[in-house]
């Protein structure tokens, strides 16, 4: 892959100097013909031929080829083996790509084990024989199929370098044909090089919604693959989180994922950490923006932008050893019981992250209240907190909520402080001195560790995802649609 | 009818008319305490960030220190190579653990037969990797076999939370770490200079671990590398790009809607979900290895790329349309009045809005603990497709521990992790005041 890249790079400089070349010597011979473009950018016609079309071709390959391989060489261990079970061919294809890559990476005479393992007549104990006094290393003889299938696999994938390096080489010589072809003085070269460059710069806008497709796309997927294992109303009704991971339990019935007590553990999260941010922030913002002296606020301001920009392992790492003991050791001498992984431990260090945002946020709204709204109430004799409280803040109201509805999304699919900092339990408890858990501290809990990809164990994380890209995204748009609305009130 | 008017008209008076001094005073008095809630919201928001450092800079600061023993360690050739050979073959067999545990019996004035319960206490002053250093020591100074040398080795993660004070000399013997007699002998060390404090390097040289004190960031800090040349690599183009092209050639019509829209919601997508698409995609799909810095980087990039493109779409907005228009009037095409007069005078936008992203990415670390970079990683990585991890898991990973040396480390790392961050958020501070835009 890498030398197919640098390979095109070369190519794509020699085509370059030879493009620039080819019409400086045709300009020489026939000075009468005025070329249309400037001398680099037919350089760069030849150079775009002669990279582009191989190098998206070897990209679209080498993103598909890895999957098309494993697909193949696993219909072929299905057919050589139908009496086993899908899990078993799983463990079979997973130990075979293991010594697929050790025998790669042994990088001896590759043509002497391709031809011994085309020539597959070979029992697998002859086979276990020759790998092993080539010097590939087995931890005890492999179950049968493993190391055909494992040869297969080295073999397509040696076919299939193969394969992508001719044609690569092929596209560009062709492309580089083409172009010296094509390069005259009055061919308009510049309005290629730049088309191309625009269709670069499209696909380039279009990332962010091939990501947006590829985060649905992915994760429906997946949370279809779960809903094959569970029933709805398991999941979404459910109020008993006990997801069972070990596969020893797979016949002792399915595991319980009940997706409630999570749910309420998010809200009960999120709800605290905003009653904790809101009064806070907003006041801040008030503060700020109506009180304070520019310098206090030129001061200020950075220093609470610290506080947006410090990661949130941070505030987790914080509330784990400093708030959450503090909380409990609190607790003790007033004579609660307090968990130092409560509720309101997690909640308030996730408000302390919030408040800046909070701020922030309600900052701009405020400042595009208009003046005159302002002046007015002076004008009648209001103080400034009764201006602030009875016309800024009725008028900037549909904006705040919106700031509000944003950093709940972000409490909501917020991760490491709620890692670190709530509890593992799935607690359905309105006691904020317990710990609850939330959506994305199970998603974490249950990807992490060993994996065994086709496990409802697994694949609950991607419907529990899906519901929090869902809710966080509703939240979004909800609120960025109210804020735009507002701005658009005033402006 | 003209009733409730009158009413009205009077609540409006009674509530807004001075009508008494009184009133006046409580409202004045009201105004006072709006403004005393306000600045009591900023210090509290303020405190926090104070707090915030000061208790990690408070757990943190005592990682940079590492409890070393100055040992006087005689290499007998007859131990180490009778036959002058001092390759790393040779000294592989060496078994150094007995030269260097000798050397501080000495030191400690016990020699002869010790009871092998007492050896035990006494071998658990040094740290478990100790002899590696002796060796390493021997083969850069390959002459110093059969004579002897000064050897600063590490001593054991609980003699060094005991200098540090983390473990208590007041908790009873029984429960302790380190026993009364254990105790002893660190004091007599102490005392005669042999055991000190010095600066903790092996923070920044050694790998994963499962001893605090051989425990460090090297392998995190080049993970975090390699995954901001990533994104800089990938994000910084195409962030620009999609930039441009929404700013200065988009037409307007749904297709562009539906981009803008897109890359808004990005931005608000929780981090998580795209640690799930990078799983899925990345990994399952297109078959790229789990646990390395290539994936993070790809995923990290996605995650950028928002920030980057709202950020230049930005800049690029400020530039004056003059300018435009006086390179379209000279003949210069669309893409040329691009490249050479709006962007090179929206760059200190981008690249403010670049270094922004990555802090971002940097500190991110939800996404990365779904494709795997949990890894106990011991050697450095040297290509994008060897497992790695990244700073802000190694974070979490030692938060995770229960020792008291990790969590020590825990702090410490934060605090590299945080210089890391001021440092970068420094040079945006510095390209805004001095790019600051004239128009």
Known sequence: MLFIVLGLVVAGLIAFIVGVARIKIATNINPTIKMHSRVGYYGTYSLIWTTVPALIVTLLWSSISPHTINM????????????????????????????????????LQKNEILLSAQRSMATAGELFQFLKKEGVVFGGLPQPHVIS???????????????????????????????????????????SVEAVVLAGFIFASMIAVLTTFGIVASVVFETVEFFNHVSLDNFFLGTTWDPRFTSADLNRGEGQFGFLPLLWGTLYITFVSLLFAVPIGLHTAVYLSEYASTRFRNVVKPLLEILAGIPTIVYGFFALITFGPFLRDTGAI???????????????????????????????????????????????????????????????????????????????G???????????????????????????????????????????????????????????????????????KYKEQYD | MSTTTNTVAEQVRSRYQPQHPSHLRKRYRSEWFFKIYGLVSVLIGLSFLFIMFTSIIWNGWSAF????????????????????????????????????????????????????????????????????????????????IGKTVEVTVLAHGNVDAFLKGSISRDIPSEKRQINDQQVEWIDQLVSSGTLVMKWNWGLFKFGASSQPETAGLLVAIVGSIF???????????????????????????????????????????????????????????????????????????????????IATRASIRAVPRSIREAALAMGASKMQTLFHHTLPLALPGVLTGTIIGLVQALGETA???????????????????????????????WARSAERGFVERTAGATIVMLIFIIFMNTIVAILRRRFESKW
Do not use: C
């Open chain 1, 72 to 107: 193949v060489v696993k219909a072929d261990i299905m057919k050589s083996a139908p009496q086993l079970t899908k899990a078993e061919h799983t463990l079979i294809m997973g130990h075979a790509s293991l010594l697929a890559e050790r025998i790669l990476a042994l990088n």
């Open chain 1, 149 to 191: 299938a494992a040869l297969n696999l080295v073999v397509l994938k040696e076919q299939s370098l193969w394969f992508i390096t001719s044609i690569a080489s092929v596209l560009s010589l062709v492309g580089f044909l083409y172009a010296f072809i094509r390069v005259r003085p009055r061919m308009q070269a510049r309005n």
């Open chain 1, 334 to 412: 007033l004579g609660f019981d307090i968990t130092s992984t409560s509720v309101l431990s997690a909640g308030m260090v996730m408000g302390i992250m919030i408040i800046p945002f909070v701020s922030s946020l309600s900052d701009d709204i405020i400042s595009a209240v208009p003046q005159s709204l302002r002046e007015g109430s002076y004008g009648l004799g209001a103080t400034k907190s009764e201006t602030i409280r009875r016309i800024i803040l009725p008028a900037a109201l549909p904006g705040i909520v919106g700031a509000v509805l944003l950093a709940a999304s972000r409490a909501i």
């Open chain 1, 414 to 484: 917020e991760t490491m402080i709620v890692v670190l900092a709530a509890g593992i339990a799935a607690n359905l408890t309105i006691n904020p001195l317990e710990p609850v858990t939330t959506i994305t501290v199970k998603i974490v809990s249950q990807l992490t560790g060993d994996l065994e990809f086709n496990s409802p164990q697994t694949l609950v994380a991607f419907a529990l995802g899906l519901t929090l890209f869902m809710m966080t995204l509703i939240l979004n748009i909800y609120a960025l649609y109210i804020v735009r």
């Open chain 2, 65 to 144: 220190l590492q409890a070393n023993l100055k040992l006087e360690v005689f290499l007998d050739q007859k131990k180490i190579n009778p036959d002058g050979k001092s390759d790393l073959n040779t000294l592989r067999h060496v078994n150094f653990k007995s030269i260097m545990r000798n050397s501080l019996y000495e030191q400690l004035g016990l020699s002869g037969n010790l009871k092998p319960k007492i050896r035990r206490q006494l071998n658990k002053l040094l740290s478990r990797n100790a002899d590696m250093q002796i060796r390493e020591y021997v083969l850069a100074n390959p002459s110093s």
């Open chain 2, 227 to 309: 995954m901001m040349l990533i994104v800089i690599v990938l994000a910084v183009p195409l962030g620009v790009a999609a930039a441009a092209y929404l700013e200065e050639f988009a037409p307007k019509n749904w297709i562009t809607d539906i981009i803008e829209v897109n890359i808004n919601n990005l931005a608000a997508v929780p981090s998580i979900v795209f640690g799930l698409l990078g799983l899925a995609v990345f990994i399952n799909i297109f078959g790229l290895p789990r646990s390395t810095a290539i994936v993070g980087g790809l995923v990290l990039t996605l995650m950028t790329l928002p920030t980057v493109i």
């Open chain 2, 367 to 397: 996404p990365l603990l779904m494709i795997g970079l949990v890894a106990f990683v011991v050697d450095v990585p040297s290509t994008l497709l060897e497992p790695s991890t990244a700073l802000p898991v190694q974070i979490y990973m």
